[in-house]
């Protein structure tokens, strides 16, 4: 929805600045910040990145979501300045790394240039014009049971309760509203998806290839695999185009024989996924909730729901039926849980794994013994984790591998994967492990390791980003800014967005801890 608001705010900006060619999308965010506000570790994406960038994930820089987390970050110019710490994993506009954070940057650039919040401009420049009277911003939602009444006074859902409070873990994401934080009564979806396909708007334009298999359908284990036979069309019976990308919050895919432009995602209990194929004149937008925010099933709901939908419009013949919908998702219960060994933690091991660690952009997890439980926890941010020690497969005498159980805040929507455990071994949910290879499937897990004598010791850990290493002992406010040359040579092909070499060695030991 923020992408959305963007070619109205860029005509009022068009008009404060008597600019009729000023671009918000394309024009560098040095150019509209500052030399001093914004910046990367290397030249050339400080110099071009654009909110186009930011908003189709086309920076390379490493994913960083977890750092909504860290209760350190008060404002979204801290939220900033820490995105120049990091790596990048892969090239400037030549790959596809989704990392919500970064649309908190275009967010904060749109907030500078109109001297309003993004509830503000949101409801100026969108909201109002399409007659959305009911949304509001994550910040606005502070009293308990609002987004509730919100929901009971559209007429399109009646008058029933809707079980909806904010959780402390919501509170903390306040300063990313821009990467989903808006709450809209159901009403008011309807007016922002007509807005999609009235006859004179279009706002869909993904980036060239190679962003193909982007957001594509993608069935997983809660779904039966005919599924994909029935939804996905054959490459062969397409027109000539590229058929996946992504720009702008939508991906564009085909569904059957019409270009579809699509969006989805979960925050906690809500579900969202919204399709709008344009020539057609149609949008459908699916909001779904099974009441239990850890269920691996609700993604693969919404799916189903929201293309039982559109086939219904389209007057196609659905692979969904009466006879079939209750098949279509399989009963995840019904798989054998998992065993594997659990590791006893000397006191040599202990040492080890218990202390503090760092990276310059994630901040400090503080690993401790719980002399209770006789496990450690792990602390970050808001976040306090309790870390079962098990012995995979590969694993060596100077690796550790966790699973983790939440223990606050309350409301977090991922299921521990620990069922239970004793002095010999720890039983895992079904899913939590690859069972051929041995390795985890579930982001709750959690690797220390030391690559030898005289190395750091470090963690690794999907629930913080599977590509950040905390190192131990990193204290992050030792962190220095590198200074880079002044000018940096342009390649005349693609821009590869590398360090200098003459900027290497000042960041080189910020370059082998960060993302």
């Known amino acids: 929805m923020f992408s959305t608001a963007l070619p109205f705010v860029q005509k009022q900006l068009q008009a404060d600045r008597n600019d009729p060619n000023f671009d918000l999308l394309t024009t560098p965010i040095k150019q509209l910040l500052g030399d001093s506000d914004f910046w990367f570790l290397d030249h050339v994406r400080?110099?071009?990145?654009?909110?186009?960038?930011?908003?189709?994930?086309?920076?390379?820089?490493?994913?960083?979501?977890?750092?909504s987390l860290w209760s350190g970050i008060k404002t979204k110019a801290e939220l900033a300045e820490l995105t120049g710490r990091f790596n990048a994993t892969g090239t400037f506009r030549g790959s596809f790394i989704y990392n919500n954070l970064v649309w908190t940057i275009a967010d904060l650039t749109v907030e500078r240039l109109t001297g309003m919040n993004f509830t503000a401009y949101m409801r100026k420049f969108l909201w109002q014009p399409l007659g959305m009277n009911g949304a509001v911003g994550s910040s606005e939602v502070d009293a308990r049971g609002l987004v509730a009444k919100l929901f009971r006074s559209s007429k399109h859902f009646g008058s029933g309760p809707v079980p909806f409070e904010r959780t402390d873990l919501e509170r903390t994401l306040d300063i990313v509203e821009a990467a989903g934080g808006i709450y809209a009564p159901l009403g008011d979806m309807v007016k922002y998806m007509q807005h999609h396909t009235a006859a004179n708007y279009s706002s869909f334009l993904p980036p060239p290839p190679p962003f193909k298999s982007v957001n594509g359908f993608n069935a997983g284990p809660a779904f039966d695999p005919r599924l994909l036979n029935y939804s996905n069309v054959r490459l062969a019976d397409l027109p000539d185009i590229d058929t996946e990308s992504y720009g702008h919050g939508w991906s564009r895919q085909w569904y059957r024989d019409s270009l579809s432009y699509e969006h989805s995602g979960s925050v906690f209990d809500a579900n969202c996924h919204l399709r709008v194929l344009?020539?057609?004149?149609?949008?459908?937008?699916?909001?779904?909730?099974l009441g239990r925010s850890d269920s691996p099933?609700?993604?693969?709901?919404?799916?189903?729901?929201?293309?039982?939908?559109?086939?219904?419009?389209?007057?196609?013949?659905?692979?969904v039926t009466q006879e079939n919908v209750c098949s279509l998702l399989r009963d995840n219960s019904a798989e054998p849980p998992i065993v594997v060994p659990?590791?006893?933690?000397?006191?040599?091991?202990?040492?080890?794994?218990?202390?503090?660690?760092?990276?310059?952009?994630?901040?400090?997890?503080?690993?401790?013994?719980?002399?209770?439980?006789?496990?450690?926890?792990?602390?970050?941010?808001?976040?306090?984790?309790e870390l079962t020690p098990v012995r995979l497969a590969g694993d060596t005498e100077s690796q550790y591998s966790f699973f983790l159980a939440i223990l606050r805040p309350g409301g977090f929507p991922l299921p521990p994967p620990v069922l239970g455990s004793n002095a010999s071994h720890v039983t895992l949910q079904p899913g939590s492990l690859n069972p051929q290879l041995g390795q985890p499937l579930t982001p709750l897990f959690l690797r220390i390791s030391s690559a030898g004598q005289g190395q750091p010791v470090v963690i690794n850990s999907p629930a913080f980003e599977a590509t950040a290493r905390l190192e131990k002992g990193l204290q992050p406010d030792s962190?220095?800014?590198?200074?880079?040359?002044?000018?940096?040579?342009?390649?005349?092909?693609?821009?590869?967005g590398t360090l200098l070499a003459t900027a290497a060695a000042a960041v080189a030991a910020t370059a082998a801890f960060s993302g």
Request: proline content about 3%; glycine content about 6%.
């Open 479 to 496: 962190w220095r800014r590198p200074v880079l040359c002044p000018v940096e040579p342009k390649a005349a092909g693609a821009v590869t």
């Open 46 to 67: 400080t110099d071009e990145v654009t909110i186009e960038d930011l908003t189709s994930h086309t920076t390379g820089l490493s994913r960083h979501d977890a750092l």
């Open 278 to 289: 344009p020539k057609r004149r149609l949008s459908v937008f699916a909001h779904t909730s």
């Open 297 to 319: 099933s609700q993604s693969a709901y919404a799916n189903i729901v929201s293309q039982y939908i559109t086939d219904l419009l389209l007057q196609n013949s659905s692979y």
């Open 342 to 385: 659990r590791r006893l933690l000397s006191q040599a091991d202990l040492q080890t794994c218990v202390g503090s660690f760092g990276n310059y952009g994630f901040g400090t997890v503080s690993v401790s013994e719980n002399s209770t439980s006789g496990l450690l926890n792990a602390a970050y941010g808001s976040v306090l984790y």
